[in-house]
């Protein structure tokens, strides 16, 4: 089993940043990836990020060129810097991970949330 929880969650107003972070517990070394989700009240689960632990990366349209996420896999760490943010990125964030290569986020790993609040 693996623990995720994620940390760095708060209020910014329009044009800020923030940073987010995600620390993984347990057997660590079977995830092959991790990632970010977001729900914002009223609206379903959308992907935000995910990096593999070779490295590549993928965005939504939404976040391109405004988020960066990275992994550190020596501690199966995951940060997603957000910079530029606006009101549509206010939402709770989750740090996800798969069970294994090839199988279902949605059935992998889920942290508990963190609120992400832009303000104008």
């Known amino acids: 089993q693996v623990q995720l929880v994620e940390s760095g969650g708060g209020l910014v107003q329009v044009g800020g940043s923030l940073r987010l972070s995600c620390a993984a517990s347990?057997?660590?070394?079977?995830?092959?990836?991790m990632g970010w989700y977001r729900q914002a009240p009223g609206k379903q689960r959308e992907m935000v990020a995910q990096?593999?632990?070779?490295?590549?990366?993928r965005y939504s349209a939404a976040v391109e060129g405004r988020f960066t996420i990275s992994m550190h896999n020596r501690e199966r760490t995951s940060d997603l810097q957000m910079d530029n943010l606006k009101p549509d990125d206010t939402a709770i964030y989750y740090c996800?991970?798969?069970?294994?290569?090839?199988?279902?986020?949605?059935?992998?790993?889920w942290g508990q949330g963190t609120q992400v609040t832009v303000s104008s």
């Open positions: 347990g057997s660590i070394f079977s995830i092959p990836a």
């Open positions: 996800a991970a798969p069970r294994r290569h090839g199988t279902p986020w949605s059935g992998g790993y």
């Open positions: 990096i593999t632990t070779g490295g590549t990366a």
